[in-house]
């Protein structure tokens, strides 16, 4: 859930962030591995100092600072001290806590007082921290209890807080870890390309791969957290990452820079400019940075725009426990990126039941902060049912439930962060069609399409399409059946009354505001096509050159689409039914784990390929080995 | 190519006007560093010098310490090579711009030497053989049928000036001779260490001589098909080199780091030792003869002396603390 | 084993001779205080977990602050020793709840309930949100034993075992109530539900008699120790209902509890059915209801809000503290004899 | 001017790898030591004579004092040196300055490159240095034309011709060997350019090299070092380092990488090279743990190959064949007696463990002091004469003394198996120097000339047992503290002279732990069947301390239990840690569970964890 955002401690808004607040980054001087080297390590460096700066005399540590002392091995005194003080105190946070102080733990084993470390040591025999219901809580929860039992082995079960012993506890988590990346490099991960969470998965990789004493699980560590770098690279447009993902957030989902996965662009490859507060969470991965080598081959890959390319990859829905024929939907998911614009969909349904995204075109811009820079439609369902598919919950207060735990949007009609199993999408290239049908009685009944505040020239032409532009990307989008403009409002929180949870009030931000193309028919569909700019002569061109293409669509009995896209494909797309391109039905079952020119790896097969030009990195998770190569 | 042809018959013809300003170019290739090793910094000047009409020495060309021979294109003497180091070194602009010639499958070069009837070609002697180059230069490629596979050392390569393509190699194991621009070579004679010279007499074409390190000096009346060794020159110590003197065809010098200098005035048939004036037990690294007839000798960790009687007395050069690793004397530049 | 067979009439007894004086059972409350303040990585800023009422009829907290325990069930042979369903799998303490030991490992997770077989209670059962897991080392490990159960639609929200004889158990799943005579070895359904059924009770008076509440099909019974279930007329079957109680201290009283519809209590063993909510707040929702086994008091727990008290079985009630709680579930425990 | 802890302070005792964070922590501290020792003794009022080009380099790397850097960088480019050693400190600075430096000083570096013939050397090591300078210079300014640069030739074609001769270099190593193998010093000449490929070309396939070549060689110094020493044979060493084993470039190596030994006073020197660009390389674990975590004793066979002989050999580089042997308390290494190189060649020693290895002699063998112009000829393109009298002046100050204790001799032939040696000498009359010499150190203790012809001694925590199969007498050794050094000192140790052409000597090794006592060792040797012949040829025949038939003449293949050794058969790597085929171009690198393969067919590296 979205709830550790909520938790950041920014003790030191007050401190000037470098790289948040410059213009945006330009290119290295040169691409030589010690420059990148260098320069990702000013970026780590970058991110400690911010911490430490913010440091006021006056006031205690907070507990970032005081990790952020030990790693820099400054005043393991003062840290000492703090530490006593904050274990002090009741603790929470759960997994949130746990690495933490796993962290703290490990970086002050040689530094902090015998008391402070025998505080954090006792901390984890009377603190209870809950293992969490997602594939992120579980990640964090078993690899912090992975390396605190190995750094506090032979000890029996009354001295850790679930009463089992350490090597217990070690076994367990190693089983867990070694099952977890087992099904990552197997069918995919079901928190794929999660615009936040990555950092749950990264952090925790991280400290295996510095932390552990056993090798094996190090290299599994180091290979994962290789594994998620190459795919952030692959999957960002100039840093951004876009298209679909299995969990994001109704800010980051249209203001698509503003996201924790930016942080990770910028650590690894330094090509835009952080989020606010190193997206919170980022410090964590700072702390062991240096520990991590990010391969030049995945540098080639986030910043080599220069051709269009086209990716296929397979995932997996988050755990269905019931009301489902299978535990995990299988996703598949399709990326475009070219050097102006990118365009990315799952075939839509259900990945996630609350934070899923499932397409967008995004486009480029100068500079990604605060820009919204994507367009796409959705149907935003609101389902106890589907709640229960994912959750081992009762039907009735759920919904009730999810604004108080910091998903406003969940319940409204409006919203724009939403999947559903009535919609469903195609892709090919920069083409996207997305059908919708709609069952009676399911809320809401109707489709909202995002049109952001930086859209330019926004022209509904009488031909049906609706025409505009963003950055240096023509856009084409035509809805398929009647609508409506409404502003799209915002969510405040209220300060908090009694027990309820966040409170939440819309409210109509500043300025320019994104609008909804709202269309309230339950059979529905949405076709956009993007291009260039630089492909046509004039903006007019461009629309001259959509309303000519053939278009033959019906909404009844079911939504279908017959459309030649300006690249000259002929699709044939029924709700209901396989999408039929240039003749052929698209064979989803055939897709691999990874399939495109940076990421290749077959399903079932634990082996992954990275390649970027003539560089090539394996990892292999069935001999726990990593091999690079260069094609001579 | 023409008025070189036409400047060959007058040879001998002009050896004769001894007083006459020198016809002749006198270049030396010479060290003037003491103790030098790989890395340490190079404080004099060190390569090719040469001798002005008023008799100083002229550095021309880059601060080389490793040169161990030099050759002119007869046609433009702006065309020169180096054999070094480093291997082959070629400037078409009399010195001011080098290009290494050979790749690093070469290396070391000990001599170079220019077909005078074929001047696009160059012969470069090798530890490991010998390259030649159709091209001035512009490339090189081995050229070793006929050496055998181990004993190829070759210090000397000299070409026959009466033929193109003739030419003679001083190897580990004896002497070889190509006459079809090395496509073939073949023994012609045998030896049990390095042949470290040979030189073709300016006065008869047919008329060539070679030093040793074990089998003494030999000599060749037959333009180099049959050689004989030189009595009088002893054979159990390494001779350096050997030089004609192209004002006297009965002279010829020998220089040796164990014997010093040996000279003869009677065509070879006798010899006699001229270490006298020398600096005691002079290790002669090098001998050679200018246009007028004063012989020069090189000593090693010493300096370049010379002497205007033909070793009978010595008087240090003004090349100070120099050592001279090859002699040439070229018909005058015309310019 | 004779022992225990033993104990449970002589139970029933004891309720009624000692109903008013000293109670025979201590009651245990699991569930949270502060819900909704509360996201999981967020703050707590109050206990959650095991609640103990008090000799003044408060209620104590005990042991770990843990704001996801759904309910426990006790070691007949001795109280301290009692297993609870935990967001993070089945947690056993040996005593009373000051310390735990986590039995289950990484491959199960978030169990709905969990019980111990009163005649073997060695063997403890626990419903899994994608089975059944079986401990019969007195919750130290756990295997799964499902077969029987749909390979999807094994959703389990509550395991029951008969008090007659050990084995015999009743598991409330997505499509509907199974039930094995084995100690989990086989399942067989005995009844098809279209969604998830969330609780299963047997008579305190009668052993044959078993109620069910589901969350599409209202309430069920069986008079035939379960083995055949028909629908409870007078309760509306469109909305969830989340728990049954019997009333241990008079026969025919039995309350149900409901999220949308709040409380339902029947005074003539389910042939009708009043709803109870006056006195109650206006958002009346009911996660949870029970009825002392002593006193037979009735208790309701309305979420969000506070736990409810009525001494009349819900024709008024008193608000009695435990604010803003969620109540998952009241477990009443025979006090061992002094 | 700060100290120079790690020389200073007191030996580093290290038996196990740190955790993988500490262990990179540890070495980036250990680089942060060097330049802050180099930097410290930078006086900017005296820029000329405090601040050389590594100076630079480290000033830039710290980004210090920049105007500073500028300033000598373009005194220093006013006279360039020349050749490789000239060569790859200019690169460095280029490289570390290349956004540092002002335009001006990148500029004077650059016409450097132009004005300034580079010699490039005679040796394995001059190649290395040379091509990979011209390498990354050519890369650094690509597409200028061939007037800009010393050689005559465009960017392209000295990168190309750069890059062909280092692959030519590689393939050779990888399959038959390297020539200069486990060199005390130039061991550096090889890491250095290696290390800047890696960091800092821009081709992948040169940076992937660059890198595999590194672990290659650091891998092979984790085998043969004992605590961090080099001992046993060197195909090249100087008169300090034969002796005092520690005192070597290869030690800065061995404490930068493996923190296992003190470093050598001023970093060896050119260690300042290696600093300013450490930190883009981390040592594999598994090179680090055969560092320092030995599973007990193991015998590693190795090959190498002779430094190119241009005359009098049948072969260009004759296969040298490595033994080397290595307990807690003592190694025994060796070659099977050859001229790998005519100067400076370590053949064969026992060397033990001592805690503090500073200023320490740990070390057994005997040689045939052997001075010929004949071999300088075979392995130089030169006249007889000349070198054998230049050579005391260019590093090799011993060459020519009859006492020396550095060099190989076509008339030594060695066996080794385990710990027992057997050097056999037949010595061609007429010889420069018709004796040999055994090296008897000042740390030896307890040096007992048994009537039983052995002579026992105990060095640490060995013991050893030398046999002179002829008569010999006592000479007191004179100290040269190095290749360099003027004077001879007189810091005890003796060396055993034998002035019998035919010849030879055995030497027995054991654990101190292994026995009773001193005299139970002696016992025990004394006890060994032993024959022995000098005449017509030496041969021997002798029962080792661990039971081993050993039957070895002179000129003939050593038999072991009545098998002959068959040289043939060995791989380029054998033993637990290293394998590799002749001519295989893979190296397997293995140490318990961790295991990294570096193929240069595929241009791989492998790195797996056994789980």
Redesign the interface.
């Known amino acids: 859930m979205k709830k550790f955002l909520a938790l950041l401690l920014l003790a030191t808004v007050a401190v000037a962030q470098p790289s948040y607040e410059a213009p945006m980054p330009g290119p290295p001087p040169d691409t030589r591995p010690d420059t990148l080297r260098r320069a990702y390590l000013e970026r780590v460096n970058e991110t400690l100092d911010w911490y430490l700066e913010a440091i006021d005399p006056a006031k205690p540590l907070t507990r970032e600072q005081a990790l952020v002392k030990l790693v820099r091995r400054e005043d393991a005194d003062l840290a000492s001290q703090r530490i006593l003080e904050l274990l002090a105190e009741p603790q929470s946070g759960d997994m949130f806590w746990m690495f933490p102080w796993t962290a703290i733990a490990f970086a002050g084993r040689d530094q902090l007082s015998p008391e402070a470390r025998a505080a954090i040591r006792d901390a984890w025999r009377t603190y209870f921290p809950m293992r969490g219901d997602t594939e992120n809580h579980w990640v964090m929860y078993y690899s912090s209890l992975f390396l605190m039992t190995e750094l506090y082995p032979g000890e029996p079960g009354e001295t850790w807080f679930n009463g089992k012993s350490s090597a217990e506890n070690h076994a367990e988590a190693r089983d867990f870890l070694l099952h977890w990346m087992d099904i990552a490099t197997t069918i995919g991960q079901g928190e794929f390309n999660a615009t936040h969470y990555i950092g749950e998965y990264a952090i925790p990789m991280l400290y295996l791969a510095t932390w552990s004493e056993d090798p094996a699980m190090r290299q599994r560590g180091r290979m994962l957290l290789d594994l998620l770098m190459a795919e952030l690279a692959d999957n960002t447009l100039h840093g951004v990452l876009r298209g679909p993902n299995a969990r994001t957030d109704d800010n980051s989902v249209i203001q698509r820079w503003h996201a924790l996965a930016t942080y990770f662009s910028w650590t690894m490859y330094g090509h835009i400019p952080p989020p606010p507060h190193y997206g919170g969470w980022g410090i964590y991965f700072a702390i062991a940075a240096a520990h991590y080598d990010p391969p030049p081959l995945f540098y080639r890959i986030a910043t080599d725009r220069e051709y269009d390319r086209e990716q296929h990859d397979h995932k997996r829905s988050r755990r269905r426990w019931r009301y489902s024929d299978v535990e995990m939907m299988p996703v598949y998911k399709t990326g475009y990126i070219r050097r102006d614009y990118a365009v990315g969909s799952y075939q839509g349904g259900l990945s996630d039941p609350i934070q899923a995204h499932v397409w967008d075109v995004t486009w480029a811009v100068p500079d990604p902060r605060g820009v919204h820079n994507t367009i796409f439609s959705t149907h935003p369902l609101s389902s106890s049912r589907v709640l229960q598919m994912y959750f081992t919950e009762y039907p009735d207060w759920m919904i009730d439930l999810l604004a108080s735990q910091g998903k406003p949007s969940y319940g409204v009609p409006d919203k724009i962060l939403s999947c559903s199993p009535y919609e469903q999408v195609f892709q090919d290239l920069d083409t996207i069609i997305a059908l919708y049908d709609i069952p009676p009685g399911i809320v809401h009944q109707r489709i909202n399409g995002f049109f952001s505040k930086d859209l330019l020239d926004v022209t509904e032409a009488k031909s049906g399409w609706i025409f505009a532009r963003g950055g240096n990307t023509y856009l084409a989008y035509r809805p398929l059946a009647p609508y409506a403009w409404e502003d799209l409002l915002g969510y405040r929180q209220l300060p908090r009354t009694g027990g309820s949870g966040y409170v939440w009030e819309r409210f109509r931000p500043e300025g320019e505001v994104d609008r909804i193309l709202v269309s309230p028919h339950p059979q529905n569909g949405t076709i956009v096509q993007a291009a260039s700019a630089d492909e046509f002569a004039s903006f007019a061109a461009f629309q001259a050159a959509i309303n000519a293409l053939p278009l033959a669509f019906t909404l009844q009995p079911t939504p279908a689409v017959k459309f030649t896209t300006l690249r000259g494909k002929q699709v044939e797309f029924t709700y209901g039914a396989a999408p039929v391109l240039d003749g052929k039905p698209v064979g989803y079952t055939s897709w691999k784990l990874f399939e495109g020119p940076h990421l290749n790896a077959e399903l079932g097969a634990r082996k992954i390929t990275i390649s970027h030009g003539r560089q090539h990195r394996v990892l292999d998770f069935n001999t726990v080995t990593t091999t690079d190569y260069v094609t001579p | 190519m023409k008025n070189f042809r036409r400047l060959l018959p007058m040879l001998g013809l002009l050896t004769a006007v001894a007083t006459a300003t020198p016809a002749y170019d006198f270049y030396i290739c010479a060290n003037i560093n003491r103790?030098y090793?790989?890395?340490s910094?190079?404080v004099t000047t060190n390569g090719i010098f040469q001798r002005t009409d008023a008799g100083a020495w002229r550095h021309f060309g880059?601060?080389?310490?490793?040169i161990s021979a030099l050759a002119f294109d007869p046609r433009d003497r702006n065309v020169i090579y180096t054999a070094t180091?480093?291997g082959l070194?070629?400037s078409l602009d009399g010195g001011k711009?080098?290009?290494?010639s050979n790749?690093?499958d070469m290396?070391?070069g000990?001599d170079v030497a220019v077909d005078p009837n074929a001047p696009d070609h160059v012969y470069l002697a090798l530890?490991?053989g010998i390259a030649v180059s159709t091209d001035r230069a512009e490339t090189l490629v081995r050229r070793e049928n006929g050496l055998p596979e181990?004993?190829k050392?070759t210090?000397a390569i000299k070409v026959d000036r009466t033929r193109a393509g003739r030419v003679f190699a001083g190897c580990?194991v004896g002497i070889f001779l190509t006459e079809d621009g090395a496509q073939n070579w073949r023994q012609v004679f045998a030896t049990k260490e390095?042949v470290?010279d040979l030189q073709q007499s300016p006065h008869d074409p047919q008329l060539w001589v070679a030093a040793t390190?074990s089998a003494g000096a030999l000599i060749s009346r037959d333009g180099g098909l049959k050689w004989v060794r030189l009595a009088g020159v002893p054979t159990e110590r390494?001779l350096?080199n050997i030089t004609f003197d192209v004002t006297n065809p009965a002279r010829l010098a020998i220089g040796s780091?164990?014997h010093g200098v040996l000279t003869t005035e009677d065509g070879g048939a006798t010899w006699t030792s001229r270490n006298a004036g020398l600096p005691e037990n002079p290790?002669v690294?090098r001998v050679g003869v200018d246009p007028e007839g004063r012989l020069y000798a090189s000593v090693?960790?010493e300096t370049l002396f010379h002497s205007d009687d033909f070793g009978r007395t010595w008087q240090p050069n003004d090349l100070v603390g120099s050592l001279v690793n090859y002699f040439v004397t070229l018909p005058k530049a015309a310019n | 084993m004779k022992k225990t067979l033993l104990a449970f009439p002589l139970l029933w007894l004891l309720t009624g001779l000692l109903a008013g004086a000293v109670p025979a059972h201590d009651l245990y409350l699991f569930g949270a205080v502060n819900i909704g303040g509360r996201v999981i990585g967020s703050r707590d800023t109050a206990k959650n977990g095991v609640y103990v009422r008090t000799a003044e009829g408060g209620f104590a907290h005990r042991g770990i602050n843990y704001p996801a325990m759904l309910t426990g069930s006790f070691d007949p042979r001795d109280p301290r020793v009692f297993h609870v369903a935990a967001l993070c799998g089945v947690l056993t303490t040996t005593d009373g709840g000051h310390s735990w030991r986590i039995g289950t490992s990484w491959d199960m997770t978030e169990p709905k309930s969990v019980m111990v077989d009163p005649n073997a209670p060695d063997t403890v059962y626990a419903a899994l949100p994608d089975g059944l897991g079986v401990s019969t080392d007195r919750g130290h490990s756990w295997q799964r034993r499902e077969q029987g159960l749909p390979a999807r639609g094994k959703y389990t929200q509550v395991v029951t075992v008969d008090r007659t004889s050990a084995g015999r158990v009743f598991a409330g799943c997505e499509t509907g109530i199974y039930f094995t005579e084995d100690g989990a070895k086989n399942w067989r359904r005995v009844f098809v539900t279209v969604d998830t059924v969330t609780d299963i009770r047997q008579s305190p008076h009668e052993e044959r008699v078993w109620l069910a509440t589901t969350q599409s099909a209202g309430a069920l019974i069986s008079r035939d120790s379960g083995l055949t279930w028909a629908g409870v007329s007078g309760l509306p079957a469109d909305q969830a209902l989340y728990n049954v109680a019997f009333d241990a201290t008079t026969r025919g009283r039995i309350a149900i509890a409901s999220w949308s519809l709040g409380l339902f209590t029947s005074e003539d063993g389910g042939a009708t059915w009043t709803v109870r909510n006056a006195g109650l707040p206006a958002n009346h929702r009911v996660w949870r209801n029970a009825v002392d086994p002593d006193t037979g008091r009735l208790y309701a727990a309305v979420d969000g809000e506070a736990l409810f008290t009525s001494d009349d079985f819900g024709h008024t009630w008193r608000r009695d503290g435990l604010e803003t709680s969620r109540i998952q579930s009241f477990v009443f425990v025979p006090r061992t004899q002094p | 001017m700060s100290a120079q802890p790690s020389f200073e302070g007191p030996a580093p005792v290290v038996t196990t790898v740190p955790a993988e964070d500490q262990r990179l922590a540890a070495y980036h501290a250990r680089v942060d030591e060097v330049l802050a020792w180099r930097a410290s003794r930078v006086d900017l009022n005296d820029i000329p004579g405090t601040m050389d080009m590594a100076s630079i380099a480290i000033l830039l790397t710290l980004g210090r004092d920049i105007d500073a850097c500028n300033e000598r960088v373009l005194q220093m480019m006013a006279e360039p040196g020349t050749g490789p050693f000239w060569m790859f400190p200019a690169v460095c600075v280029a490289f570390t300055g290349r956004d540092l430096l002002s335009p001006e000083a990148r500029a004077s570096i650059r016409e450097a490159w132009r004005t300034t013939r580079q010699l490039r050397g005679d040796t394995e090591n001059h190649w290395v240095m040379y091509y990979a300078s011209l390498y990354l210079m050519s890369e650094l300014y690509p597409n200028e034309p061939a007037e800009t640069w010393y050689t005559g030739r465009s960017s392209e074609e000295n990168l190309a011709e750069a890059r062909e001769w280092l692959i030519h270099w590689m393939d050779t190593t990888t399959t038959v060997g390297q020539g200069e193998f486990n060199t005390t010093h130039y061991i550096g000449e090889y890491a250095i350019p290696m290390l800047f490929m890696a960091s800092w070309a821009k081709d992948p396939v040169m940076k992937q090299r660059g890198r595999m070549i590194l672990d290659w060689m650091f891998a092979e110094l984790a085998t043969v070092t004992l605590n961090g020493v080099l001992r046993g044979p060197n195909a090249r060493s100087d008169e300090g380092s034969v002796i005092e084993r520690w005192n070597a470039l290869a030690s800065y190596f061995s404490w930068l990488l493996f923190g296992n030994t003190p470093s050598p006073a001023g970093y060896g020197g050119w260690g300042l090279y290696f600093a300013p660009v450490a930190k883009n390389y981390v040592l594999p674990e598994v090179i680090h743990r055969i560092a320092v975590e030995r599973d007990g004793d193991y015998v590693q066979r190795d090959r190498a190959r002779t430094r190119r002989y241009w005359r009098y050999s049948d072969e260009l580089s004759p296969p040298v064949y490595k033994t080397n042997y290595l307990r807690r308390d003592y190694a025994v290494g060796s070659t099977q007696g050859i001229v790998n190189d005519v100067i400076q060649a370590h053949v064969w020693d026992v060397t033990w463990r001592e805690e503090d290895p500073r200023g320490k002699h740990p070390t057994m063998f005997s040689l045939h002091p052997h001075s010929s112009g004949r071999m300088m000829q075979a392995q130089f393109s030169t006249y007889p004469e000349p070198m054998p009298v230049s050579v005391p002046f260019e590093g090799k100050p011993s060459y020519n003394s009859p006492d020396k204790i550095l060099g190989a001799s076509p008339y030594e032939k060695v066996f080794q198996d385990l710990d027992t040696v057997i050097a056999l000498y037949d010595i061609a009359p007429g010889e420069h120097f018709p004796h040999i010499n055994g090296f008897f150190s000042k740390d030896l203790v307890n040096v007992t000339e048994d009537k039983s012809g052995w002579i026992f001694a105990q060095g640490g925590q060995a013991y050893l047992a030398y046999r002179p199969l002829a008569p010999y007498h006592w000479i007191p050794y004179l100290h040269f503290a190095s290749g360099w050094a003027k004077e001879r000192q007189d810091l005890g140790g003796r060396v055993l002279t034998s002035p019998h052409l035919k010849n030879g000597t055995i030497v027995q090794a054991a654990s101190v732990a292994e026995f009773e006592s001193f005299a139970a060792f002696q016992a025990a040797i004394n006890a060994l069947p032993l024959e022995f012949t000098l005449e017509p040829v030496p041969a021997v025949k002798f029962t080792t301390l661990r039971g081993k038939q050993v039957a070895f003449t002179y000129g003939e293949t050593p038999v072991v239990a009545g098998v002959p050794v068959d040289y043939a058969q060995w791989k380029l790597f054998e033993g637990p840690y290293l394998n590799a085929e002749v001519g295989g171009r893979k190296l397997t690198i293995t140490h318990g569970r961790l295991q990294r393969v570096l193929d240069f067919n595929t241009l791989t590296i492998k790195d797996r964890v056994i789980e």
């Open positions: 103790n090793v790989i890395g910094k190079i880059y601060n080389d310490t490793s180091l480093n070194w070629r711009n080098w290009r290494i790749g690093w290396t070391e000990r530890p490991d181990r004993g050392f210090q580990e390095t470290n390190q390494a350096y780091w164990a290790r690294w090693f960790q």
